[in-house]
């Protein structure tokens, strides 16, 4: 048997809505993975073309001239419903198309080497995946399989799940799923572990390009205990972007009387103009948004300052600092008794943000000591060696208490939620409850499951995680016969519900791994085998690039007159004859594409050396 301290690392992945990041623990302490790009952060972005498939990078560096096809943004989309208003809010402004799937499950559709593909967001998540994955897997020269993946705080169970099944999809064992701001407050109390004793109230500000969440944690000895958390799922740069879209839009109708919103070609590139302009206005007060040839050959050119664009997300802005106070009074916390307020997240420089925050907690100094990009993959890498045993001193002492996102309960009469579990309950927790029959000679009870704040409204405003029947039950005057219902949560979230008929002694009990209508074990293991269809694809257009690339150089070196006219002649030939083979066989398998490579690479040994 191999010694575990032989196992291959787990890696952290922050699986962002904008960005992703990858992190490591090795030699002592969680390192960054820089991608191919040798950019530290990888866009959550996939391409479609009629050559292959293109991601992170690639894919973002091609999106104004393929924007039907390219995909971003997808987190929006995961675990949530097509017909959700948020979600109906962000189609308007993505350039590709997104229909109702079965059970009113978000596709998004693209055109891929010429045949029409739909997409779940599980699907598309499980991309980003691979590429985080293939970027530490280059970076430590082995394959990796476990991963703790990041999702916001105020994930719902089927967000959570679904980016489960992303991983599952990606090839990946998911180890655990966790909370963005916890990962964050690891991040900038795990060094202090040793050298800092005393307990100390950490807040953690989160504000990505999506989601926004606020988490309040004790620090102390490498204990990091959640005390509450809050947020947005649909609250980020993306939505500035979106007021700054809008302003921009009406903007060119007033001058020029052209309405730009059903081109969807228009609208990517006035898009990227505008977040490029949201980044300068974070160290400027004024710049200009410029597109040429924006729409039926007019130009666009306007002048935005930080002020305007301030006030076009004032209500955004104040949002954050609502749920700051929300959380504080579930912790059942004044403002004075934070001793630290860490930011994170790509849009946390924008300078009102920091005003905002640095004026609701008096002018107290906020930590920006921590990399707003890259603090939970840290986070999250350092958890991922913890739970994978790696015997490090300092990865052992790492203690995570984490709670509730969300309240649970079970539906009632009136189709209200009786809460059992409140929100910003600690985990691993099981709590009993007791009710009672709803009817006289009641033989059965249906136990509905749900999440959510709504509590003394009906359960449709709530998100539905499951339901079983009980039967067996007495039949009696109604209110006589009682039963006790548990939930029981785990560490990483599973929750189990189980009831118990007091008189009949009946009992059920049903495990919430998925929410009804989402993605089968069948349906994930179809996408498994897709997902390596789609990786052995793009093997294949990188080994027809490379080839091309191989037979160029070979053109070029023909040309030196350093050589004499026959070798010029026979390197020119076998160049044209390797191009034109390649014209000539557009689906070559990657054995024959390779074959050509050995052969070509075997004839001209000076191509390896410049290789």
């Excluded at 009406?250 to 490029?276: H, M, P, Q, V, W």
Aim: contains cysteine.
């Amino acid at each position: 048997m191999a010694s575990r301290r032989n196992i291959a690392p787990a890696i952290g992945i922050d699986l962002g809505t904008t960005y992703s990041c990858v992190a490591v623990w090795q030699n002592n302490r969680a390192e960054i993975i820089p991608n191919d790009q040798g950019n530290r952060i990888t866009p959550s972005c996939v391409a479609f073309t009629e050559d292959g498939r293109l991601l992170g990078d690639a894919a973002k560096n091609q999106t104004d001239m393929n924007p039907t096809n390219t995909v971003f943004a997808v987190k929006r989309l995961i675990g949530r419903r097509f017909s959700d208003s948020s979600a109906q809010n962000d189609v308007k402004y993505w350039p590709f198309k997104v229909v109702a799937g079965p059970s009113d499950r978000p596709r998004i559709v693209v055109n891929y080497r010429g045949v029409e593909k739909q997409f779940y967001a599980e699907e598309i998540s499980s991309m980003v995946l691979v590429k985080m994955k293939e970027v530490a897997e280059t970076y430590l020269g082995c394959i990796l399989k476990n991963a703790v993946i990041t999702v916001p705080a105020y994930f719902n169970d089927s967000q959570r799940q679904a980016t489960k099944n992303a991983g599952a999809i990606a090839g990946l064992n998911v180890m655990r799923i966790m909370d963005e701001p916890t990962a964050a407050a690891i991040a900038y109390g795990f060094d202090k572990i040793t050298k800092d004793s005393k307990k100390k109230c950490v807040l953690i500000f989160d504000l990505g390009g999506g989601t926004f969440d606020v988490s309040l944690l004790s620090v102390i000895h490498g204990k990091f205990v959640v005390q509450a958390t809050t947020g947005d799922t649909h609250l980020g740069g993306e939505d500035f972007d979106d007021r700054l879209v809008d302003h921009c839009v009406k903007e060119f109708k007033k001058k020029y009387n052209k309405d730009i919103t059903g081109n969807a070609k228009s609208l990517r590139r006035l898009r990227t103009a505008c977040e490029r302009a949201k980044r300068m206005l974070s160290s400027s007060v004024m710049t200009s948004i410029d597109v040429d040839y924006l729409y039926d050959g007019v130009d666009f050119s306007t002048r935005i300052s930080r002020a305007r664009f301030e006030e076009l997300n004032k209500e955004l802005f104040m949002r954050c600092t609502d749920l700051i106070e929300k959380c504080l009074s579930d912790a059942t916390i004044d403002k004075t008794g934070v001793d630290v307020v860490v930011l994170v997240g790509g849009s946390t420089r924008i300078p009102k943000i920091l005003e905002l925050v640095q004026d609701f907690f008096k002018g107290k100094e906020l930590c920006k000591g921590i990399h707003p990009d890259e603090a939970v993959a840290y986070g999250a890498a350092i958890l991922a060696a913890n739970l994978n045993g790696q015997r490090d001193k300092e990865v052992q002492k790492l203690v995570l208490v984490d709670v509730t996102p969300l309240s649970l309960g079970i539906q009632t009469l009136g189709r209200e939620m009786s809460v059992v579990v409140p929100r910003n309950t600690p985990i691993p927790t099981k709590l009993k409850k007791g009710f009672e029959t709803s009817c006289d000679n009641q033989t059965s009870v249906r136990i509905a499951v749900y999440e959510g704040e709504s509590a003394e409204t009906e359960t449709k405003y709530n998100n539905l995680l499951g339901e079983f029947l009980i039967d067996g039950i007495e039949p009696a005057p109604m209110g006589v016969s009682k039963l006790d219902v548990w939930f029981d949560i785990d560490a990483d979230g599973i929750l189990t519900v189980s009831a118990k008929g007091r008189s009949s002694g009946q009992k059920k009990k049903i495990v919430i791994t998925r929410q009804n209508g989402d993605l089968t074990a069948a349906e994930i293991q179809k996408m498994i085998e897709d997902a390596a269809h789609y990786k052995a694809e793009d093997e294949k257009h990188k080994a027809r690039i490379s080839l091309e690339d191989l037979a160029e150089k070979l053109k070029s070196m023909a040309m030196d007159s350093g050589r004499s006219a026959s070798e010029m002649k026979t390197m020119e030939e076998k160049a044209e004859n390797v191009i034109a083979w390649l014209e000539t066989n557009h689906h070559a398998e990657i054995g024959e594409i390779n074959k050509q490579l050995k052969e070509l690479k075997a004839t001209f040994p000076a191509l390896c050396e410049e290789n």
